[in-house]
């Protein structure tokens, strides 16, 4: 699986968009981009994933650039709630190894008053 | 639907005594991974389990950790022996079948080894 790189941590004001950047240079053409997050002392959620094309849910946006080498994972309207860390991580689906994920150390996101 | 079930929560340990982490995977799911998470560290994969069978133990210590899933009942990591290093988060984390996007994670086990 090809590796990423993201901040070490950001900072959003509440209420404001909060953007979070995610660098996978080395991406191979069969593998996803996914987005899961990890609230203190809890499991890691799934946000959302994609191949080429930005996908919307209903908790955040992804945008991945043309080349496919970088992608954004924003969310809309940042709440206290949102405060957790954000892991990206780029992987061929279903090809026999089953699910396995590789987290890095992903970005720690502070939402603020 | 429940989601994935943990448990104990918490566990504590003394040196050199057995821990048993539970996990019933969420209804339907017969895919079951393992993640172990150190203090102040990420996530690391640990294990993948169908029923009855191991497909991956690349991430698993080589002695004194097993993991099964047998046909009926919850997953089961199994540390022998424990030590103070294996205090630890562990999380299971569950999934449909191959290829399904996500993978639901449960709350998680906080093992305490005095």
Redesign the interface.
């Known amino acids: 699986d090809a590796k990423t790189t993201q901040p070490p941590s950001m900072d959003c004001a509440e209420g404001r968009a909060a953007n979070l950047p995610c660098n996978h240079s080395t991406i191979s053409g069969n593998e996803?981009v996914?987005w899961y997050r990890?609230i203190h002392?809890?499991?890691?959620?799934?946000i959302i994933?994609g191949l080429k094309n930005n996908e919307t849910n209903e908790m955040a946006s992804l945008i991945i650039t043309e080349d496919r080498k970088s992608s954004t994972l924003i969310l809309p309207h940042a709440t206290l709630r949102d405060t957790a860390v954000y892991?990206c991580i780029v992987r061929v689906?279903?090809t026999?190894?089953?699910?396995?994920?590789?987290?890095?150390?992903?970005t720690q996101l502070k939402v603020e008053l | 639907n429940a989601g994935?079930m943990q448990n104990p929560r918490h566990l504590v340990r003394r040196r050199g005594q057995e821990a048993r982490l539970r996990c019933s995977p969420m209804k339907g799911h017969s895919?079951v991974?393992w993640?172990r998470q150190l203090p102040e560290e990420?996530?690391?994969?640990m294990v993948?389990l169908q029923k009855e069978n191991i497909?991956?133990e690349s991430g698993m210590p080589k002695e004194r950790f097993s993991a099964e899933f047998p046909k009926e009942g919850p997953s089961i990591l199994r540390i022998q022996q424990v030590v103070r290093g294996d205090s630890a988060?562990y999380?299971c984390?569950s999934?449909p079948f191959?290829?399904?996007?996500?993978?639901?994670?449960?709350?998680?086990t906080?093992l305490s080894v005095l």
Request: charged share 15%; net charge negative.
């Open positions: 996803y996914y990890q002392s809890q499991g890691p959620q799934y994933h892991y689906a279903g026999g190894g089953g699910n396995k994920l590789t987290f890095g150390t992903g | 994935v895919h991974y993640y990420g996530l690391k994969f993948y497909i991956d988060a999380f984390a999934s191959e290829g399904e996007e996500k993978l639901f994670f449960g709350s998680g906080q």
